[in-house]
């Protein structure tokens, strides 16, 4: 298994037997589908590719309603020794991750000193936004009794998006400053329809 919403499927039935439907729901509540890439479609995917490692287990049938019967899932034994080899490996050995974000930073030259301050800047911005939603669903878990323990990851989020927010800004101050100035061999592709807007990218020379 190396899909990563394997592991929040084993960490969910750590607390209590639940139906896939309730894992996507908790997941949700708990703000952590932006750590776990999480569709409906995707769930049964992984619960059925637990169910066929012998990971986790039917365990009973649920109705609500007139609503369709539900299967209710419990983790095995060897399912719970896995989880825990799983997270152990994870924390201990840092894994190449790829962020677009990096790949993109790798040619901030093409888009020109303007370019790139201007692109940094609205990154910022939705940057913040994030934080903000970030703490803001943090404090509400903790304020509802959550234990910190079961929430750290909202932690880490914010240190890391902390981070980069600092680093944007600092990039944006050196651009302005001088400080970080532009090769005259770096060429600069012009958007036919506006910087930032998408479309085809036309070649207008280098920057003199």
């Not at 060897?78 to 201990?92: M, S």
């Amino acid at each position: 298994m190396s899909n990563s919403l394997g592991l929040a499927v084993l960490g969910l039935l750590t607390e209590r037997e639940m139906h896939p439907h309730g894992m996507a729901v908790t997941l949700r509540e708990r703000g952590m589908d932006r750590v776990f890439k999480v569709t409906t479609g995707s769930l049964y995917d992984v619960v059925r590719a637990l169910e066929q490692a012998g990971w986790i287990e039917a365990w009973e049938n649920e109705r609500v309603g007139a609503r369709p019967e539900r299967t209710v899932y419990r983790r095995t034994a060897l399912g719970e020794a896995e989880f825990l080899r799983w997270v152990d490996e994870l924390v201990r050995v840092p894994a190449a991750e790829f962020p677009k974000f990096l790949s993109a930073v790798s040619y901030l030259g093409v888009l020109g000193p303007d370019g790139a301050v201007d692109a940094l800047r609205e990154r910022a911005g939705r940057v913040r936004e994030l934080l903000g939603e970030i703490e803001e669903g943090h404090r509400a878990a903790l304020d509802g009794g959550l234990p910190r323990l079961f929430v750290v990851e909202a932690e880490y989020a914010v240190r890391m998006y902390r981070a980069e927010l600092g680093w944007i800004e600092e990039i944006v101050r050196d651009i302005g400053d001088g400080r970080l100035p532009w090769p005259e061999a770096v060429p600069v592709p012009v958007r036919a329809d506006g910087p930032g807007k998408g479309g085809s990218v036309r070649e207008e020379g280098e920057i003199r």
